[in-house]
């Protein structure tokens, strides 16, 4: 699939067939804006997507899914786990890696009381700006209020030093 292809308004990137799996059948297509899997109306950004692996058969996708709204991020956790077996997968497996990893604009883990977390900066195709997530390991008590005020701390200063110009 070339990239003048049109699928909602964006250039396709990539396309594959699938056969039989978690996801079923259908066909995934990779846009500049994000990937269309089979069984979902819409299309998932790639600053939605926590992992993507390629088996060499079969795309399994992790998505993010949101668990509170924050000032300033959002708290989000592993959604379910989707498989796609790929009958003939061309360029997609590479188009899906390269633009999730291209969306990561920072990502460090930290320890919080109690715990840990990983906060991450997203770029979101066709938005200026980052979008901040944190995503706690489990056991880490999330609404804790020394895990709130220490992950709010966290992500404010990562956000100051990811967008404060580079020294000349």
């Known amino acids: 699939m070339g990239d003048a292809s049109a699928v909602g308004g964006a250039s396709a990137v990539g396309g594959a067939s699938t056969g039989t799996g978690s996801g079923g059948g259908g066909v995934l297509v990779a846009t500049n804006l994000g990937l269309w899997l089979p069984g979902r109306a819409e299309r998932l950004g790639w600053h939605d997507i926590l992992k993507a692996v390629w088996s060499g058969r079969e795309l ?19 959604g379910p786990v989707e498989t796609y ?28 009381p109690g715990g840990s ?8 195709a066709g938005a200026d700006g980052l979008t901040w997530t944190v995503r706690y390991d489990p056991g ?16 404010a200063a990562a956000a100051r030093a990811a967008t404060a110009p580079a020294d000349l």
Do not use: C, M, N
């Open 60 to 78: 399994t996708v992790t998505v993010a899914e949101t668990i509170d709204e924050r000032d300033g991020y959002l708290v989000v956790a592993d």
């Open 85 to 112: 077996l790929l009958l003939d997968p061309g360029d997609l497996p590479h188009q899906v890696r390269a633009r999730v990893t291209r969306s990561v604009a920072y990502t460090q883990q930290h320890p919080v």
């Open 117 to 124: 977390g990983r906060i991450a900066a997203r770029r979101v």
């Open 140 to 155: 880490t008590p999330v609404d804790a209020d020394g895990v709130r005020a220490e992950t709010d701390q966290l992500v």
